[in-house]
């Protein structure tokens, strides 16, 4: 029965969440554009299987994938191993990034845009590996108890040199493949292994050493993207093979499909959701029975847990495609028709804060953290930050689009001031904000965010595709970091204040 209510309870937020969705959908679709959406009772349905499909996401985290992250954390620093710590990190973030549907549809879109010279198998082996990597050096980190920030801010100088250098036609891939690494599965996980390890180590704090996982996930792949974008772009050659790939995937075929023919297009979908989260299940049974040898604690409830997790990241898929994609992707067309471009501005605006309120991952996080803090810090505030932050960065991703200026410039300038910002905040919140700057672009964001940038990529006269097309999601990355830290400084500056008032 408790189980029961929690779900009950889970699904009253995620109702909640998707509020702000439907009424930014809704002002534009009625005030602005002033056309009634085609397919409304699809569109309505949709949302309905999305809100479901939250809920039952959100109880099997707490009921699978919480403990066993923990539990497996706790026992490897009972055995005092780092090798084998590092090994079941480097498994662990290869197996989580290898088959994300996100990073998988970029490096199609890449290898076609680029006309075969960048490699999509190539890429996506190339993220994972950066992933499983930086998950291996994040765990010596919380071992050896070094501050957080002293790596994001040597990682991003080295982000900024390599961007200098990299061609134009690879940075935004190279700053989206980093962003689309950490999802709706992964980053809880991840998030889960770092707070259960450092809760397990005396003298570490889960808040201080426990978060920042994430955030090197998303950092890492910029640098090994951007360095394989200069080798392809200054040696290799390019494959003429553009005709012969296949096209993107159509998401209206994939929601007609989903919604109309029924049986073999869900199990399919059903099927591809299984074989994503599959890695993970084999590295978690794998290293539990075959390196600590003792039987999984709570199996049955654990297999409850993955199993709802499973159903509920289907379901929530399908909810966006039947619901969310179809009225998003025309609504982006008739704005971009509309005389000016305020509209479009108003619109990046809306959507970044709208999607990124009912992000599942950021959800997930943002309670992982309050609990973590002990009334330092309020989940809901945490949110509100990071949708602030990334609806500032579409748009402005959205104007660099518009305007046509160099992607360069734009990233360059903004990780210069997270690297002043990390120097200046205080070091309980550095950890959690680059994670926060991660699990912003999941299932709701990439999607939505990546065909807005394409859309206008291919309407304005004189953008190129490839360099013009991608890179918002990397903008949706950079300014939540800097939200939360902003409001951190001026938190702390407030309470000197009163300190010294008193």
Not at 67 to 94: D, H, Q, T, V, Y
């Amino acid at each position: 029965m408790s189980h029961f209510g929690g779900f009950l309870s889970l699904l009253g937020h995620a109702a909640r969440n998707l509020v702000p969705i439907i009424v930014v959908v809704g002002v534009f679709q009625f005030l602005i554009i002033r056309q009634v959406p085609e397919d409304s009772l699809s569109m309505a349905i949709g949302l309905g299987i999305v809100v479901v499909g939250v809920g039952l996401f959100l109880q099997g985290l707490e009921l699978g994938i919480f403990p066993i992250g923990k539990n497996l954390s706790n026992e490897f620093a009972r055995k005092g191993s780092l090798p084998l710590l590092m090994i079941f990190g480097f498994c662990l973030g290869f197996a989580a990034v290898i088959a994300e549907p996100a990073l998988i549809a970029v490096a199609d879109q890449a290898e076609i845009i680029s006309e075969g010279r960048v490699d999509g198998w190539t890429l996506r082996l190339l993220v994972a590996t950066s992933v499983g990597a930086v998950v291996a050096l994040g765990i010596v980190r919380i071992l050896l108890g070094h501050p957080l920030h002293w790596y994001m801010i040597g990682g991003y100088l080295l982000v900024v040199a390599v961007t200098f250098f990299a061609p134009e036609e690879i940075v935004g891939l190279a700053y989206d493949s980093g962003g689309v690494t950490t999802n709706i599965v992964t980053v809880p996980l991840i998030a889960a292994l770092g707070i259960g390890l450092a809760a397990s180590i005396r003298g570490r704090s889960a808040l201080l050493h426990g978060f920042g996982l994430v955030g090197l996930a998303v950092m890492v792949p910029m640098i090994s993207v951007q360095a394989y974008g200069i080798l392809v772009y200054t040696f290799g050659e390019a494959a003429q093979v553009a005709q012969a790939l296949p096209t993107a995937p159509d998401p209206d075929v994939a929601a007609a499909v989903v919604g109309g023919g029924f049986a073999t297009g869900m199990l399919r979908d059903l099927l591809t959701m299984v074989r994503d989260v599959l890695p993970i299940i084999a590295v978690v049974l794998v290293f539990q029975y075959l390196v600590i040898r003792k039987p999984l604690p709570h199996l049955h409830t654990a297999s409850v847990g993955f199993l709802l997790v499973i159903i509920g990241l289907y379901a929530f898929v399908v909810g966006l495609k039947m619901g969310l994609f179809p009225i998003g992707r025309s609504m982006a067309e008739q704005l971009i028709a509309l005389d000016g471009w305020l509209f479009v501005y108003l619109f990046a605006f809306a959507i970044g804060f709208a999607t990124t309120l009912a992000e599942p991952a950021l959800i997930a996080i943002g309670r992982q953290a309050e609990e973590a803090a002990r009334g330092k810090l309020d989940a809901t505030v945490i949110r509100m930050l990071v949708a602030v932050g990334v609806a500032v960065g579409i748009t402005i991703g959205v104007h660099r689009i518009i305007s046509g200026d160099s992607i360069h410039f734009y990233v360059m300038g903004g990780y210069a001031i997270v690297i002043v910002l990390t120097l200046l905040a205080p070091r309980y919140i550095v950890p959690l904000a680059y994670d926060l700057g991660g699990v912003t672009t999941s299932e709701v964001t990439v999607p939505l965010v990546t065909a807005l940038g394409i859309g206008l990529a291919t309407q304005i006269e004189g953008r190129n595709v490839m360099i013009d097309g991608f890179g918002l999601i990397a903008f949706a990355s950079i300014f939540p970091i800097i939200s939360v830290m902003a409001y951190a400084i001026l938190v702390e500056i407030a309470n000197r204040r009163r300190g010294l008032v008193s």
